[in-house]
């Protein structure tokens, strides 16, 4: 886990599973509400739409909707996301990142992902620190789903 910069998190992890599965996990709605999200929408391809959304609990009653455009979409190499966190309340008070993921075959039944998550929200150590605890608890879920 690298902070790199002062508007971006990286991390890495590698998932014991195929490349293909990995990347389905990323990109397939019925995989990705297994780990990232309650409800998800995706058109898998450059310029295609998402919408994924998280529900709200006990803890945080609020439902959570991220959404935005895939920028670049190469098969088992390379997803990169608009990710647009609207407010509810105001729409002065968006976030927006650019999220950028690669993967790495490592062998037949390994996958390195490297996951760079950009964006002026991350000027301050707070929202750095949130978006890797997120991320790290978000890959740990995948891993849990897919290995």
């Known amino acids: 886990m690298d902070l790199d910069g002062e ?12 490349i293909d599965d990995v990347f389905k996990a990323w990109t ?3 995989l990705i509400e297994q780990w990232q999200a309650d409800e998800a929408e ?14 709200g609990d006990d ?18 190499e390379k997803l990169v ?14 976030l927006i990142f650019v999220l950028d993921i690669a993967f790495e075959a490592i062998g037949d039944e390994q996958t390195r992902i490297t996951l760079i998550e950009r964006g ?3 000027a301050d150590p707070e929202s750095r620190i949130f978006s890797i ?5 978000a890959l740990e879920h995948l891993a849990e789903v897919i290995e």
């Open 120 to 122: 002026l929200a991350h």
């Open 42 to 55: 995706l058109d898998a391809f450059e310029g295609g739409e998402y919408k994924f959304t998280t529900f």
């Open 28 to 30: 397939d709605p019925a």
């Open 81 to 94: 996301m608009s990710w647009v966190h609207k407010d509810e309340d105001d729409d002065e008070d968006d």
């Open 133 to 137: 605890e997120a991320w790290n608890s």
């Open 59 to 76: 803890d945080d009653p609020e439902d959570h909707t991220v959404s935005g455009e895939i920028l670049a979409f190469v098969e088992n």
């Open 7 to 18: 508007s971006q998190i990286k991390l890495t992890r590698t998932i014991d599973a195929n």
